[in-house]
């Protein structure tokens, strides 16, 4: 018995390690491969009718849309950025070529750096009161009471209506012995009334409180589509595992809003970087340039003063900035936001 295993294992081995058995099978199976690759290769190589309708398809479709943003925005960029570079009224030729004075004299202005000032001091306000203040109201009306859809309703109105509506309105409340004046006379509270919109200390605020009276409700319904895509079935594990409804909030609901909060704010900083209407129409900037912002400047040096070619320059100083942060959120937040989306995909 012992010599018959032997002889068989002493076959089994030379069936391994015999190069003659092996080398057609692994010859066969190399050239199955070849055969595999050459084919995917020429499959790749060779484009087929459907492959050329569909990218001729893609091309009529992209096309249009194509055309449209060059000629109403590359355009525009291209020619502010040649009109910056000129001293010109905007009436007589393009002939005084001064290269980058206007640059120089923005920069170098004082009022404009005011100007810029007051942008960035309503993007930190957005971010630290509009943020917390949308985020709480949307988490209250996202839980289930009566009225619900009505509170939804009056809240977001504001921000449908007109900025330039919004503004006459608010220029005609805040107006000295005016309705806001009346009613904290009706309430004994005539000790806090102000010049709300004529004291140089408290006018950029006042215009905030309006701002924030008229984009609140944009933040606040952006902040409910989101809480539509977290799973209420985290909550209900959170609640039997005895977490209370802040610590729900806290621990599941505002992590998972990330992204949509990040959307907001780069929005609510870009629209505060660009804010004109509202403030053009109550104060035009003023009083004592109080409310100046880069875009009210820019008017008022551009046509008021008939210097175009320097509110132009005014215009790619603040196209700069504006791009300066959307590169910058592109680059730390929304990739990391898809990377996260892409990993939860995958899992």
Do not use: C
């Not at 294992?9 to 391994?16: E, H, I, K, T, Y």
């Not at 220029?171 to 140089?200: S, Y």
């Not at 100046?292 to 100083?317: H, K, P, Q």
């Not at 959307?326 to 730390?332: E, T, V």
Request: no cysteine.
């Amino acid at each position: 018995m012992s010599g018959v295993a032997g002889a068989g294992s002493q076959r089994d081995a030379g069936a391994v390690i015999d190069p003659t058995d092996a080398a057609p099978v692994l010859t066969q199976g190399t050239a199955d491969r070849a055969l595999a690759r050459s084919a995917v290769s020429r499959r790749a190589g060779r484009r087929g009718p459907s492959d050329w309708r569909k990218r001729l398809e893609i091309a009529v479709l992209v096309a249009p849309a194509l055309v449209l943003f060059l000629i109403f925005v590359v355009w525009p960029i291209v020619q502010a950025a040649r009109y910056s570079l000129f001293r010109w009224n905007g009436l007589e030729p393009m002939t005084n070529f001064i290269g980058l004075d206007n640059y120089k004299e923005v920069l170098g202005d004082t009022v404009f750096r005011n100007a810029l000032g007051h942008n960035f001091t309503i993007v930190v306000l957005s971010l630290l009161i509009q943020l917390p203040l949308g985020l709480g109201i949307a988490l209250l009306l996202n839980r289930k009471m009566r009225g619900r859809t009505v509170l939804r309703l009056i809240i977001f109105v504001p921000y449908v209506i007109a900025e330039v509506i919004a503004a006459v309105v608010w220029l005609l409340l805040l107006q000295p012995r005016g309705p806001l004046d009346a009613m904290l006379e009706a309430f004994h509270l005539t000790g806090i009334r102000q010049l709300w919109l004529a004291e140089p200390k408290i006018v950029l605020y006042t215009m905030f409180g309006v701002l924030t009276w008229k984009y609140l409700g944009f933040a606040i319904i952006l902040f409910l589509a989101g809480l539509q895509s977290v799973p209420i079935e985290l909550s209900e594990a959170a609640a039997l595992d005895g977490a209370s409804w802040w610590q729900t909030q806290r621990r599941i609901t505002i992590p998972l809003l990330g992204p949509t909060i990040r959307i907001w704010a780069f929005l609510s900083m870009i629209g505060s970087l660009q804010l004109f209407d509202m403030v053009w129409v109550m104060t035009h900037g003023g009083p004592g340039r109080s409310t100046e912002t880069m875009v009210t400047y820019m008017i008022s040096v551009g046509f008021d003063r008939n210097r175009l070619g320097y509110g132009t320059a005014v215009a790619i100083v603040l196209f700069a900035i504006s791009l300066g942060m959307a590169l910058l959120y592109q680059r730390f937040i929304l990739r990391r936001d898809n990377i996260e989306a892409d990993s939860g995909r995958k899992r």
